[in-house]
């Protein structure tokens, strides 16, 4: 297998297990104030990897985006516009990436269970979808 597919299948694997412990934290009753933490931090890492593998595939057709102050929501919007997410897709992403900013920026404890378990209720069907569209390709043998 090449590099390429090794990274992207990595990263895949490691969403696929945060999205299993999103949906385990979500199956519970009532969540203790470290699992609500626990939870933002998860919905955050999935941004995270999503970018990741979003960049990654934009350098593989030749597209950097330079760093700056915008330049996590421009990435999204040169994914979007390269056909690498879909709209809803790009949607979603986007709301994560705010989270991210305030999850990065504030403090765990000030979570609200109820609207961060809103929040992470579309997680598991958007993002496995997203998996489910990222094709590998392998050069000839």
Known sequence: M????????????ELEKTITLIEELLGKGS???FEVIALGKLR???????ERILRFQLEE?????????????????????ESLVSEEQYN????????????VHGYGHKLNEKR???LAEPVADICR???SRIRIQ????
């Open 61 to 81: 057709h030749g597209i950097k985006i330079d760093k700056s102050s915008s330049w996590h929501k421009d990435l999204l919007i040169k994914a979007r516009s």
């Open 129 to 131: 979808d997203f998996l």
């Open 116 to 118: 961060l378990r809103q």
């Open 2 to 13: 090449s590099a390429k597919a090794d990274y992207i299948n990595a990263e895949c694997k």
């Open 31 to 33: 969540l203790s104030g």
């Open 138 to 141: 392998r050069p000839p043998a």
């Open 44 to 50: 955050q890492d999935i941004y995270m990897g999503i």
């Open 92 to 103: 979603f992403f986007g709301e994560l990436l705010l989270f991210r900013h305030l999850q």
